[in-house]
């Protein structure tokens, strides 16, 4: 009977160091337990009529299950749509789809899929969105759950994933075939019509779907999903690649800036913002909102690579291009009150009814400091790019609100776009630099006010 009871202490021991989360079969339905015998959820499962379900549960870790779902077709099955539930028993305090959903995206101005639910509909997500396949995530009271996938091999093996948090529960739903409902998020704040794959299954054909569960316990400031990320990250298939040195790298980008992205057009002298296929198997640079200061199209960043690159190989293309591409920007852009027009187009086009923004001021501003000092190491003096930077730093100091915030954009006569949000902050670098270069406490006392609006905001 000692024995016995030892044996049994061990036991429990051993379930409760390995998390002790089990399952058990009631009723016909498969519902997980914790330790002390608390629901977690129940797996559940919507398939058409002649469609038989037959699960198999295999322990990965401590916390992490693999269910395999074998739907076998007992006759001709026509357009089946079927769903595979996790349905954590807990009400659902947060949530997220990686990539996709922050908790709803209750922020901002954006016409961002905001919410589970759209037009009374639960909004449901093609694995291709999702940065893991599938992927769902939700806190309760005590209990953070995590589901998803392996990437389908081929196109009919496609699915889908929704995640439904509801009074008491939130499930998490594994859609086969693939689909997007009520509506396709197919630009920003752009929707279209709904679309949805048809399946035909045969009589005796089977389909077999993967769903990987993982539990933990909630942690503050929702620090459980790292358990989740890491797992999957683990689990997920990784291929072998020719991983380049870095000279290599270094070389193949400054050959790609100069010989691919090397734009000439009218006035302007400098970068593509980038490449598209052509259609018939080659590249062609971008046509429209193709020459950017910053952001997406990095010319002031690309110059200074290149007169990097010029001290390092003394290769004067690289200088010549570097210094051309600066030169153009320094001339044609800056704008009496000290802002900078930051997108070629609008002069090329002669458009007046642009907006110039923090973020591409900012890295207008810190890349002109930069590059005067390249200039200067490649024996070309060029004071006009420090004009530039200070000239984008007084105007915005000057135009800083008390609480630190800077505004959004500018329109060219100075008036503010937009003055909330968060992307003022690019401009706090450049106040450091100016500071660093003139010492003048007006620049570091705007840096230091932004730097705490903008870290405060994050926090919150």
Known sequence: ???????????????????????????????????????????????????????KIEQ??????????????EKDVDGARMCFDFVHASRCRWWMIPAVSYNGNQWGRGEEPKGAARDGQW?????????????????????????WSDTPKNERDGISCALMPEEGSATHRIILPEEEQPYVYYSRDRYADGTSKHLQLRKGEIVKLIMYIHVSKVEPEHRAIRSFMKTAWNMAEKHEIEIFDNDKLWRLGVQ???????????VFKGFSIGLLPDGAGGWLQRRDWKYEIGWCGQNASLANSLLTDYLKTNDTTSRNKALTTLDT??????????????????ILYKRDDYVVDACNLGTAALNFFEATDLARKSGVERPEYERVAYGICDFVKDDQQENGLYARGWYPDGRAYVREGTIGCFMT?????????????????SALKSYNYYISELKN
């Not at 079969?25 to 015998?37: C, E, I, N």
């Not at 977690?40 to 499962?45: I, T």
């Not at 100069?258 to 000439?264: G, N, P, T, V």
């Open 1 to 55: 009977m000692k024995r016995i009871s030892i044996l049994l202490l061990l036991i429990t021991l051993v379930a409760c160091n390995n998390g002790g989360f089990h399952w058990e079969k009631q009723d016909g339905v498969q519902k997980l337990f914790a330790p002390d015998m608390t629901l977690v959820g129940q797996l559940q499962e919507t398939v058409p009529d002649g469609i038989e379900v037959k699960k």
């Open 60 to 73: 990965i870790d401590s916390m992490t299950f693999k269910v395999v779902f074998e739907c076998v077709a």
């Open 123 to 147: 909004r449901t997500v093609s694995y291709r969105r999702t940065s893991i396949p599938c992927a769902t995530y939700s806190e309760g009271e005590r209990f953070a759950v995590a589901v």
């Open 256 to 266: 790609y800036a100069k010989e691919s992205l090397w734009a000439e057009d009218g």
């Open 329 to 346: 920007w320094a001339k044609y852009c800056p704008l009496p009150n000290g802002l900078f027009v930051i997108h070629f187009d609008d």
């Open 429 to 445: 670098p450049p106040m450091v630099e100016a500071f660093r270069r003139s010492r003048d406490s007006s620049y570091l006392l």
